[in-house]
Structure formats: C-alpha cells, structure tokens
C-alpha cells in the first residue's frame, strides 16, 4: 500500500470500508435513513456532517450506509439520521458536530482499512 494515498483514494477505500462491513451474508446492506435493502455496491456512504468537514470526514461514527435517494436526493436525509445516531449513542448527532469544529482530525490506519476490504472481498466473491 503506498505511503500516501490522494484525498479521492481515501473516499473511494473508505466508502467501501462502511458499506462492506454493513452487508449481510447476501451482500445486502440496510440504509440507516429509510431501511430500504440496497446491494453494497450500490448503497452510498452517507456523512451526518459533510465531507468538507476534514475532522469528521473519515471518522466511522459519522459514515454509515444510505441509499442513493435518501443521500443524494434528500440531502443526506438528516432527520432520520439524527434519530439513527440517537439509538446508536445518545448525543452522537451534538458530539460528531462539536467534532466536525473542535477536532481533532480522524485518520483511520489505511493499511488495516485496506487490508480488511481485500479480506472481506476475496472471501465473499464481491
């Protein structure tokens, strides 16, 4: 793995870091916002705060799987996804924006990212 991945290599190994680890054994994957059933390769990675926010962009508890519609077209669709994150911790939604200003900026080991979407590919055939 090279030393030094670009910013668009980055987004492109960790969109597929969140949605492999969110499919069920048929590759399916639910999005968080609506529950509509999506194959992995179709689902999108979904930011609460906005990729433009670097401190947040990679960090996992602000990327989870959403659906083309709910993403794109319903602008990430944030009123669910609030909910979402409530059930999963409450008072994520407040900490990930405090995050998203404060810092500090979230770097995930993109060796093991990249090693665990080698795996995770090579034993489900995706």
Sequence with gaps: MPAELSLESKDRLWS???RLRARDRFGSVKCVTCSAVVPWKQIQCGHF???????????????????????????GNLKFYRIFLNNLKAGL???????SKDGPTYEPD?????SEVKAWIKSNGA
Aim: proline content about 10%.
């Design 93 to 99: 939604p407040e900490e990930l924006e405090k995050r």
């Design 16 to 18: 597929r870091w969140i």
């Design 110 to 114: 993109w060796s093991i990212v990249s």
């Design 49 to 75: 705060i906005p990729r433009g926010y670097l401190n947040t962009r990679f960090d996992p508890d602000n990327c989870h799987p959403q659906c083309h519609s709910c993403n794109v077209f319903q602008n």
